[in-house]
């Protein structure tokens, strides 16, 4: 299939600021208009999307792919085929994986296998420093070159030294520096927010200061670095107004959060749901309703799955002793659709957060539905309800504590490269 035309959707791209029902028309993988076809085009196939939303594909901050080393939660096959199900057409893939991702080629390979699977594309992140122990540098200019675009550490660098150089070498490097906040030794053993319903359960608190103590010392170097840099998974609503400072000082700084963060807080772990055992921690009703704000109001700028699925045992044990993280790619636009109901947000608003600013904090030509560029297309019934089951997620992961959630808006047809790699109808 070389030409395609997608006709009568509401067309909503956040980039071009575009919200109208109109046609899209693609050829050799590519959008070559919207409105009218060109006089010589002939589309071999029509998708009718007339009720439908089409809009680009999602762009995802972090998606843990489980592959290599934990192939027994996820493979790139499962999660991207998941990640395209969900309307998701790019994802970022941490550095944290086993191997890590610290030479050109473990990324490669990432990549491959990824182009292999003919579904989500695949963008890794490259480590900061050798096998994220916090002490060498990684070779970041060879990293770059093997296709990461981005570095991250994934883990605290306890010597503020090393830290101030691997900021100097990525600004050197013209690389976007993905940051997450952790004190190194501040609720190191902790698996709950610090407060009184942690106090309650008798679980081990982590406390604000550990995100908020890393956000004030990266900005310090990122000032001194001249570095560009995005902070991940910001959990806490002191470190949303830090970041929100720095953004109208002139610092290039950017942040995200995850959707869950914006839905669960830590009284969702009151019978020990070890669905909700997340790092960052759930935290407060104060922080989710201040995480809600910086979308609107400055100092979070994306929303991310972090995606992290794992296999059922992970989820059995006592509420400490569980493995952390949600299994988020099926529910990453669902949640959106909700929250955009919750807060009276318009759509173009709301997928702008999952499309063209993720896509702008990397600095890719993605999440959007301009001429010339790859038609990597999500097509959505906003007025679709549905219930998240088991039997309905696409991941290879079922930890999620949206199970029995009622959504409404599910994903018709995916596009990647102008190819349909999913729908929902066939």
């Given at each position: 299939?070389?030409?395609?035309?997608?006709?009568?959707?509401?067309?909503?791209?956040?980039?071009?600021?575009?919200?109208?029902?109109?046609?899209?028309?693609?050829?050799?993988?590519?959008?070559?208009?919207?409105?009218?076809?060109?006089?010589?085009?002939?589309?071999?196939?029509?998708?009718?999307?007339?009720?439908?939303?089409?809009?680009?594909?999602?762009?995802?901050?972090?998606?843990?792919?489980?592959?290599?080393?934990?192939?027994?939660?996820?493979?790139?096959?499962?999660?991207?085929?998941?990640?395209?199900?969900?309307?998701?057409?790019?994802?970022?893939?941490?550095?944290?994986?086993n191997p890590v991702i610290d030479i050109p080629a473990v990324a490669e390979l990432l990549q491959q296998r990824a182009a292999h699977s003919g579904m989500?594309?695949?963008?890794?992140?490259?480590?900061?420093?050798?096998?994220?122990?916090?002490?060498?540098?990684?070779?970041?200019?060879?990293?770059?070159?093997?296709?990461?675009?981005?570095?991250?550490?994934?883990?605290?660098?306890?010597?503020?030294?090393?830290?101030?150089?691997?900021?100097?070498?990525?600004?050197?490097?013209?690389?976007?520096?993905?940051?997450?906040?952790?004190?190194?030794?501040?609720?190191?053993?902790?698996?709950?927010?610090?407060?009184?319903?942690?106090?309650?359960?008798?679980?081990?608190?982590?406390?604000?200061?550990?995100?908020?103590?890393?956000?004030?010392?990266?900005?310090?170097?990122?000032?001194?670095?001249?570095?560009?840099?995005?902070?991940?998974?910001?959990?806490?609503?002191?470190?949303?107004?830090?970041?929100?400072?720095?953004?109208?000082?002139?610092?290039?700084?950017?942040?995200?959060?995850?959707?869950?963060?914006?839905?669960?807080?830590?009284?969702?772990?009151?019978?020990?749901?070890?669905?909700?055992?997340?790092?960052?921690?759930?935290r407060t009703q104060q922080d989710k309703a201040a995480l809600r704000t910086g979308l609107l109001q400055g100092g979070i700028d994306a929303i991310c799955?972090?995606?992290?699925?794992?296999?059922?045992?992970?989820?059995?044990?006592?509420?400490?002793?569980?493995?952390?993280?949600?299994?988020?790619?099926d529910t990453l636009l669902p949640l959106c659709l909700h929250l955009a109901e919750e807060m009276s947000m318009d759509l173009i608003t709301l997928l702008?957060?999952?499309?063209?600013?993720?896509?702008?904090?990397?600095?890719?030509?993605?999440?959007?539905?301009?001429?010339?560029?790859?038609?990597?297309?999500?097509?959505?019934?906003?007025?679709?309800?549905?219930?998240?089951?088991?039997?309905?997620?696409?991941?290879?992961?079922?930890?999620?504590?949206?199970?029995?959630?009622?959504?409404?808006?599910?994903?018709?047809?995916?596009?990647?490269?102008?190819?349909?790699?999913?729908?929902?109808?066939?």
């Open positions: 299939m070389t030409t395609l035309s997608i006709i009568g959707g509401r067309v909503v791209d956040p980039a071009a600021h575009l919200d109208l029902i109109t046609d899209l028309h693609i050829a050799t993988g590519k959008i070559i208009a919207v409105g009218k076809p060109p006089s010589d085009f002939k589309a071999e196939r029509q998708i009718d999307a007339q009720q439908k939303i089409v809009c680009p594909g999602l762009v995802d901050l972090s998606v843990r792919l489980r592959e290599p080393g934990a192939e027994h939660k996820g493979t790139i096959i499962t999660e991207t085929r998941a990640a395209a199900s969900s309307g998701i057409t790019t994802v970022c893939c941490p550095p944290d994986t989500a594309k695949v963008l890794p992140l490259a480590a900061l420093t050798r096998g994220l122990a916090g002490e060498q540098l990684a070779e970041m200019g060879d990293l770059k070159e093997a296709g990461c675009v981005a570095v991250s550490n994934v883990l605290p660098i306890v010597n503020t030294e090393v830290l101030r150089y691997a900021l100097e070498y990525a600004a050197n490097c013209e690389l976007t520096v993905f940051i997450h906040p952790r004190e190194p030794w501040l609720g190191v053993h902790g698996c709950a927010h610090e407060g009184a319903v942690s106090t309650r359960l008798g679980l081990s608190g982590i406390p604000e200061t550990t995100e908020t103590i890393e956000v004030a010392r990266h900005l310090l170097l990122i000032e001194a670095t001249g570095v560009r840099a995005h902070f991940c998974r910001l959990s806490t609503a002191r470190a949303v107004e830090m970041v929100k400072h720095a953004q109208t000082q002139g610092l290039h700084v950017t942040a995200d959060v995850s959707a869950h963060h914006l839905f669960l807080t830590e009284m969702d772990i009151n019978n020990y749901n070890s669905q909700c055992h997340v790092y960052p921690p759930l799955s972090d995606h992290q699925p794992h296999e059922a045992d992970a989820k059995l044990s006592p509420f400490a002793m569980t493995a952390m993280g949600i299994s988020g790619l702008s957060y999952v499309t063209s600013k993720p896509a702008q904090i990397l600095g890719i030509d993605a999440g959007t539905l301009a001429v010339g560029q790859a038609a990597d297309i999500c097509i959505f019934d906003p007025n679709d309800s549905w219930q998240l089951a088991p039997e309905n997620m696409h991941s290879k992961g079922l930890n999620s504590p949206f199970l029995g959630w009622e959504f409404k808006g599910r994903v018709i047809y995916t596009l990647i490269n102008g190819k349909v790699v999913y729908t929902l109808c066939e």
